[in-house]
Each structure stands twice: as structure tokens, then as C-alpha cells.
């Protein structure tokens, strides 16, 4: 029987200063279609604030561990648990024409904070110059950079990136604080960026490079 999780990754409540062990633990996951695991019994731990790079090639089931630990797929065996604050850059989509780029950039997002909340994030991903700017006259690698920080606003303990959004500095996470886990084909990115790089092959992972402060 399937166990879904998707939960705090611990008991601690209340005071910020104190943090769990594990800002992500993934136990024994499997994920089956028609027959075929595109996950194979995974196991995964990221601590609070910590950056892994989850490398693999096409198929090799880090699209899927990204999509179970954002809550988009719950039809698995194994133990997940996560924070309650998370947010998810997989895929971008195509943002309202029309509209300034620091009101796409609230949308969805709880609290209304603002057009200098809106700003505030956009700067953190390199945009504040395009704060009113109309959404159509944005590239694409800065439509890319307005849903990350639609993430990042909601000050999320863990973000979740798939391939399609590049990390602009490995500075940016640090100073976020939270847990990230980049889905990646780019060894050199994830060398680059992450604390921790996990390779991922048929469902599982097959090897981790050492810790940034071991290399």
C-alpha cells in the first residue's frame, strides 16, 4: 500500500531557530507506469538549506521524484516527507500578456505582497529592471526568471527546479536559505551550483559526488 507523506519533515513546531534534521527524507519510493519503475525503491535525505543537484539523463526518473515531492504525483509506495512550505519551478508557462511583470509574479501567491514584495523578488533573480514591464516583451530565459520568483516569494523551506531554470548564482540560494533540489542533465551546472550532487539512473540513485566542503 502506497504511504504519501507530504507532511512537515518533522515534529519541531514553532520556533524558527530550531531546525530539523531532514529537510527532505524520501524512503524506499517506488513509482510505477503500466508495468515499468521510473522509481526503483529511491532513497533520498537534503538537510535544511541545502543545495543537491539531482543528475541524470532523460528517463532516468528525476522528472518523477520532482513531481512526488511538489504533492503532483501521490500514487506511490514508499515513505516521502517534506515541509508544508514548498514550491515548484518545473515547467514554464506562458504568463498573461498584457499584464506588468510584478503583477504575474503575485499571481497565485497568498498574502498579496505587493508590487515591492513583487520587486523585491524579481531583484533577487536579476529583474528589477523589468518591475513594470509588460509580460509580452519578455524573453524567454526572463519568463523563466518571473516564475522563479514566484517561487521564491513564498519563501518556500524547500524549491524544487527542473531543468528548464538554470540557477542565475549559487549565491541566490544561500541567501534564500531554503532546501533546493535541481533536476539536471548538466554535470558541469550541478558541480558548479550544488553542495551535494546525487546521480540518478533506472529509478535509484547509483552515486553522490562529495560535499562541496569535501572536494
Do not use: N
Not at 513509482?31 to 537534503?46: K, V
Not at 527542473?162 to 558541480?191: H, I, K, M, N
Amino acid at each position: 500500500m502506497a504511504t504519501d507523506l507530504h507532511r512537515p519533515a518533522s515534529p519541531y513546531t514553532g520556533r524558527r531557530t530550531v531546525k530539523p534534521p531532514h529537510a527532505v527524507r524520501v524512503d524506499g519510493l517506488t513509482r510505477s507506469y503500466d508495468g515499468r519503475r521510473a522509481l526503483d525503491g529511491l532513497t533520498l535525505d537534503i538537510r535544511p538549506g541545502e543545495f543537491v543537484a539531482l543528475l541524470g539523463r532523460p528517463g532516468s526518473g528525476k522528472s518523477t521524484l520532482l513531481r512526488v515531492l511538489a504533492g503532483l504525483d501521490c500514487d506511490i509506495a514508499g515513505t516521502v516527507l517534506v515541509p508544508r512550505r514548498k514550491a515548484a519551478a518545473l515547467h514554464p508557462h506562458r504568463l498573461p500578456p498584457w499584464k506588468r511583470v510584478w503583477r504575474c509574479v503575485l499571481l497565485g501567491v497568498p498574502g498579496k505582497p505587493g508590487r515591492d514584495g513583487a520587486r523585491r523578488a524579481l531583484d533577487s533573480v536579476g529583474l528589477a529592471h523589468r518591475t513594470d514591464a509588460r509580460a509580452k516583451s519578455l524573453s524567454a530565459d526572463e519568463v523563466q526568471r518571473v516564475w522563479l520568483a514566484r517561487a521564491l516569494l513564498r519563501e518556500p523551506e524547500l524549491l524544487l527546479l527542473d531543468e528548464p531554470f538554470g540557477a542565475p548564482s549559487g549565491d541566490l540560494w544561500r541567501r534564500q536559505g531554503c532546501a533546493v533540489l535541481l533536476a539536471t542533465r548538466d554535470a558541469e551546472a550541478a558541480v558548479r551550483l550544488a553542495d551535494r550532487v546525487v546521480v540518478i539512473d533506472g529509478g535509484v540513485i547509483v552515486h553522490e559526488l562529495p560535499h562541496r566542503a569535501e572536494r
